[in-house]
């Protein structure tokens, strides 16, 4: 089950607001279906970000897949500790394994993610 309290992109990114900074990560789902991540690179602290645009890159043995801003705005903070030791993505994405966090545009909102619900719906698609 995914966690209530946050956002999702339909494209696997998960956010949690905290005044107008929001914390990105890949969901459960997401990490599942690379199977083990082997390499990650995040966008630097500093850019401006628009809601799809790339933000990162997550491999596996599996495949790769580019991980997209679900929110507008400044990246403010990348997840060191994630990039130094990936099993926090795999083990851990909703909590240690955090990717970045970005700095809310003026006006930007969540009103275009999907709650949990419709998140579990999407999923069950697949």
């Not at 679900?70 to 500790?81: D, L, S, W």
């Not at 994405?93 to 579990?120: M, S, V």
């Amino acid at each position: 089950m995914n966690p209530t309290n946050l956002r999702y992109a339909k494209s696997h990114e998960w956010v949690k607001l905290n005044g107008d900074v929001a914390t990105v990560g890949v969901t459960k789902f997401a990490v599942e279906q690379l199977t083990e991540p082997t390499f990650l690179e995040l966008i630097k602290v500093g850019k401006e970000v628009a809601i799809e645009t790339e933000i990162g890159i997550i491999e596996s043995v599996k495949s790769t897949s580019s991980i997209y801003a679900p929110v507008a705005g400044t990246v403010a903070e990348v997840n060191q500790a994630a990039l130094d030791n990936l099993s926090l993505v795999n083990d851990d994405p909703f909590g240690t394994g955090w990717l970045l966090k970005i700095r809310l545009a003026a006006g930007a909102n969540l009103d275009h993610l999907l709650d949990a619900t419709q998140y579990e719906a999407q999923i069950a698609g697949h």
